[in-house]
C-alpha cells in the first residue's frame, strides 16, 4: 500500500500562484490606507535582497515554521514607492517575483474536500530541486526531498492513518509499522509521485502567476509601509468583488512578494515568501530508505 497526499493537496500550489497572479492583470484604483504621495519618499533602490529573509531549514529538523506577523507602522521617513500607482507597484513586484531563482513558502491554505487546513512550509528552486514539510491538521505531515530524478519521503504515523482511511485494518497497520518515521524514495516522474512532485516546481508556480487569470481584471489598491518579519514592506489590497486580499511588498533590495493574506472567507488562508536566491536544502537523505519503487503494486 503506497501511500500518497491528497489530490486536493495541490490547493497550496494553486493558492500560493494565486497569490502572486494578483500582482498582474490588475487595475489601478484610488490609494488605499496610506498617506499621499506628496510627503512619501522614494522606493528603496533595487540592488539585492532582503537580508531578514530565513533561510530553509533540512527536513527532518525541529525549527518551527516561520512565524510572520505584519506591523502596522509606517516608516518615519516617509511612505514608499512615491508616486507610483498601485499598478505600477503590482508590476514591479510581479517581475521580481517571477524572476527569482528559489524561495520558500511557509503557511497554511484550506482543503477544500476535507474541510481541515493544509500548513506547508517547503523551499524550491528552478532545477525542480524541494526541501520541507507538508502537513493537514490533525492529520500529521509528510517531509519531502526532491533532488534531481527521485523523491524522498517520510510519513509520520498520524498521516499514514488518515491517508489510509477507509482501507483494511491489517493494511493500515502493515503500512504504518513499514513507513511511519523512515524515508522512502521513488521516481519524481512516477504517477505516484507526481502530486507531492507538484510542490517542487517552481517554474510552473511563477509561469502562473504571470498569467492573467480568468476572472477579469481585480482592482488593486495601495496601502500602508509596514513590516514582515522585520523586512521593510509596502501594502496591496487585492478586491475582487466583496473579497478584499493583502500583499505585502518588500520595499528595500528588490520589490519581492513577501505575503499573502486571502481575504475569502470561503478560502482564508495566508501564505508567506522568503529565501530567495538562497541554496534549497535539497540532499539524499542518510541511513536507510525504502525503495517504493522496488515493492511494486502498493497504493493507497
Known sequence: MRPRARRTALTALLLAAGATACLTGCQSGQDGDSASDGTARSAASSGGSATTSPSASAPGSTASPVATSASASAPASGEPFAGLTAEEISER??????????????????????????????????????????????????????????????????????????????????????????????????????????????????????????????????????????????????????????????TEGKPYLLRFESGSEREPGALSFTGYDEPVPAQKPSGEIIDLDDLGGMSA
Open 93 to 250: 513586484a510581479l517581475k521580481a517575483t517571477t524572476g527569482a531563482r528559489s524561495l520558500r513558502m511557509t503557511g497554511s491554505v484550506p482543503d477544500e474536500e476535507s474541510g481541515n487546513t493544509i500548513k506547508i512550509d517547503i523551499a524550491l528552486d528552478r532545477r525542480g530541486d524541494c526541501a520541507g514539510t507538508i502537513g493537514m491538521d490533525g492529520q500529521g505531515e509528510a517531509e519531502l526531498i526532491k533532488t534531481g530524478d527521485t523523491l524522498y519521503l517520510k510519513y509520520d504515523e498520524r498521516f499514514l492513518r488518515a491517508q489510509s482511511k477507509g482501507q483494511p485494518q491489517a493494511d493500515t497497520e502493515a503500512v504504518v509499522s513499514l513507513l511511519a518515521g523512515r524515508w522512502t524514495s521513488m521516481s519524481a516522474g512516477g504517477a505516484d509521485a507526481k502530486e507531492m512532485a507538484g510542490f517542487c516546481d517552481l517554474d510552473k508556480l511563477l509561469e502562473d502567476a504571470g498569467g492573467d487569470g480568468d476572472d477579469g481584471p481585480t482592482k488593486v489598491t495601495r496601502g500602508k509601509a509596514t513590516t514582515v518579519d522585520g523586512t521593510p514592506a509596502f501594502t496591496l489590497y487585492e478586491t475582487d468583488g466583496s473579497e478584499r486580499s493583502t500583499v505585502y511588498i518588500a
